[in-house]
């Protein structure tokens, strides 16, 4: 009898095996072979083996259904631990199911929480004017999503019921400040770009005052991004005192790496006399770079000009970036931006000279 491979089998054998039934016990562990052997196939794959396996073991079509089926299943997490006996307990738990369901759970409930809250300081504000102590002591909630409740506000607020919210914020002890932040950026200064009125110009102020440090982020953010639409919330800053300007100055000065067009009126409102000198620097080392951007633009030239009467006696130790400013530019402003900086520069020397006799 000629020798047989490895791999083959008699007949009689063959057909003994196709005859087999796999105990339930082993069901499982089957299924999760089958699984790994139809995630991990490979070309490097025997196929011949494969094959005669084929042969040997042809799944049923209840089996391939409930192969089918398992492919589908979430991982189930394993969980092995130690015993004391020392013998190993394994915990087999859909935690993929569970967690999932839960966190569905939980955002219908937030989202609800949201609901009522935005629900009640409507109430409040159509009926009362402020926020009552109860819904306020609500809004601070950490667990809250207090973003999401001021983008509703947003949708459903009047004038003067943003102003009334604000005043409510002003009035009360805020222990959350995020409640601050997102009143100012959803609200406040959306309010600010619309209209002016007498009470939106004092509850400014009173930010300005009360939470200067918030408002004069939010603010630079906002300027910063927003290239149009600017007119109105200007008035509202040009309005504010010095400190607040430089508050907001100094941010869009040290935070922008070039100046964008719709900042040269920003920066016109916010300069003043109190204006410090690294910030005069930044922004003039910032014009500097941007010169022949700005050849023609008279708002440009207007800016230099207003910087150099700010300057005072440090005009002379900046001489030469300003100089390179005035060669660039091409406007009508030009002569008027050259005499400025030639007098300036020549009234500080004379100055200068005076303290030394």
């Not at 307990?89 to 929480?113: C, F, P, R």
């Not at 410090?276 to 770079?289: A, H, R």
């Not at 005009?315 to 030639?342: A, C, D, F, G």
């Amino acid at each position: 009898m000629e020798d047989t491979s490895e791999f083959e089998i008699q007949s009689e054998d063959r057909n003994m095996l196709r005859g087999y039934q796999f105990c339930k016990e082993n069901k499982k562990h089957l299924l999760e072979f089958l699984k790994t052997a139809s995630e991990n196939q490979s070309s490097s794959c025997d196929k011949e083996q494969y094959r005669l396996f084929q042969r040997m073991f042809p799944m049923d079509h209840t089996l391939k259904n409930e192969l089918r089926e398992y492919l589908h299943k979430p991982v189930e997490v394993i969980d092995i631990t130690q015993s004391e006996n020392g013998d190993e307990e394994i915990d087999i738990s859909l935690e993929l199911i569970s967690n999932h369901e839960d966190m569905n759970t939980s955002s219908k409930a937030n989202q609800s929480t949201v609901d009522d809250l935005t629900y009640a300081v409507k109430e409040c504000l159509a009926n009362q004017k402020f926020i009552e102590n109860s819904v306020l002591n609500n809004l601070q909630s950490p667990s809250l999503d207090t973003e999401q409740v001021f983008k509703d506000l947003l949708q459903i607020l009047n004038h003067k019921e943003v102003i009334n919210l604000g005043t409510s914020i002003i009035t009360s002890s805020i222990t959350n400040e995020l409640v601050v932040v997102y009143y100012i950026r959803y609200l406040l200064i959306k309010q600010m770009g619309y209209e002016i009125s007498e009470s939106l110009l004092n509850l400014v102020k009173d930010f300005s005052i009360n939470y200067a440090d918030v408002l004069s982020d939010e603010l630079t953010a906002y300027l910063s991004n927003t290239g149009n639409n600017l007119k109105t919330s200007l008035q509202f800053i040009e309005k504010g005192s010095n400190d607040f300007k430089n508050k907001i100055l100094r941010n869009i000065v040290f935070n922008n790496s070039d100046l964008k067009e719709h900042l040269i009126s920003c920066l016109e409102v916010l300069l003043n006399p109190q204006s410090d000198y690294d910030t005069l620097n930044k922004l003039i080392e910032l014009m500097s770079t941007s010169a022949s951007n700005y050849s023609q633009d008279k708002n440009f030239g207007k800016l230099f000009t207003i910087i150099i009467k700010y300057l005072g006696k440090n005009v002379t130790s900046l001489e030469q970036p300003l100089r390179h400013i005035v060669n660039s530019h091409r406007s009508i402003w030009k002569t008027k931006m050259q005499k400025l900086l030639n007098d300036s520069i020549q009234d500080n020397l004379i100055l200068t000279q005076s303290f030394r006799y």
